[in-house]
């Protein structure tokens, strides 16, 4: 299995990225734990949660932190994975926090649930707009230096507060993030690409795009208004069913029919193309869907199918 590493840290992870935001929301724990042991038997040691998922059923969270904590502690397996979490999204209990206090609290809770001494990669997951930056960066420079947290990321954080904890990085001897997961895919490509791309270039970012196949519309399962029902998060991908959208699926059958292939792995195949892009996140509730996933980093797109996938998206 081919691994990169994050940044210029000594992380190495496969190409592809599980999104834990399903456990305990729309699997529960026996499934999770399938899905996960068929994920890392297949090679693959990328973990991408956070501390808040998913407050949307309780209210507060934590579900898929202590499913990945249970199934790491049963598998004694936690040395070979990498296992990223994040910080700061709201709850029902309080708004997005990025203050010292919050995050020197909600570290520890994680570890917690997650059955760890350490966090690989810890992500600023939406910044508060409110705390200083240096602020939060010394918060995570606490945490690094008792050994909680390795690396630090970010997910939700505009070009300017980017550019500012860079800054702040270098003038104060505080951690520098080492890796942007922001919202990127085949559909979704302006915002990335005038606003971070630039930026992750010059400060040797790896990208871990979220919403890699675009909630689902990328899998090609969603065709037109009649398709919407086909799941619980079909009514997301109403947005994509315009001209743009359906050229792009077009795009993706071609491909797919050339390979022999999915829609979702050409989609997949496309990211891990462009440049730093280490991991996209994904996530599956089956088995079938996980092999879509393995496929992709298998999948070595020629330029004609770029240059197609290119004009359809832009």
């Given at each position: 299995m081919k691994k990169v590493n994050i940044g210029d840290t000594d992380l190495e992870v496969a190409r592809i990225n599980f999104g834990g935001n399903v456990f305990?929301?729309?699997?529960?724990?026996?499934?999770?734990?399938?899905?996960?042991?068929?994920?890392?038997d297949a090679g693959f040691n990328f973990l991408d949660t956070a501390d808040t998922y998913s407050w949307w059923v309780n209210g507060v969270g934590g579900q898929s932190e202590a499913i990945i904590g249970?199934?790491?502690k049963s598998r004694s397996n936690r040395n070979q994975l990498v296992v990223a979490t994040k910080v700061g999204s709201e709850t029902k209990e309080h708004p997005n926090d990025i203050s010292k206090k919050h995050i020197l609290k909600s570290v520890d809770?994680?570890?917690?649930?997650?059955?760890?001494?350490?966090?690989?990669?810890?992500?600023?997951?939406?910044?508060?707009?409110?705390t200083p930056v240096e602020e939060t960066l010394s918060a995570y420079d606490e945490i690094i230096k008792a050994g909680k947290v390795r690396h630090i990321a970010a997910s939700n954080l505009s070009p300017e507060r980017l550019l500012e904890s860079f800054r702040i990085s270098e003038e104060n001897n505080l951690p520098k993030y080492v890796a942007l997961q922001p919202?990127?895919?085949?559909?979704?490509?302006?915002?990335y690409e005038s606003q971070?791309?630039?930026?992750?270039?010059?400060?040797?970012?790896?990208?871990?795009?979220?919403?890699?196949?675009a909630s689902g519309f990328l899998t090609g399962k969603y065709r037109s208004e009649d398709d919407l029902n086909k799941s619980v998060r079909g009514e997301g991908v109403r947005k994509y069913l315009n001209e743009k959208g359906l050229n792009i699926i077009k795009a993706l059958d071609t491909i797919s029919e050339k390979y022999n292939s999915k829609p979702a792995t050409v989609s997949l195949a496309w990211l891990m193309a462009k440049p730093h892009i280490a991991a996209p996140i994904v996530s599956a509730t089956s088995k079938s869907q996980l092999q879509t996933l393995f496929d992709a980093p298998k999948l070595n797109l020629d330029r004609e199918d770029l240059e197609l996938l290119e004009i359809a998206s832009k």
């Open positions: 305990g929301w729309t699997l529960d724990e026996k499934q999770s734990f399938e899905i996960l042991d068929a994920f890392v249970k199934w790491m809770e994680s570890l917690q649930r997650l059955q760890t001494d350490h966090i690989d990669l810890y992500y600023t997951h939406f910044d508060d707009n409110v919202h990127y895919n085949l559909v979704e490509r302006g915002n971070y791309a630039d930026l992750v270039d010059n400060h040797g970012l790896s990208v871990m795009p979220y919403y890699s196949l």
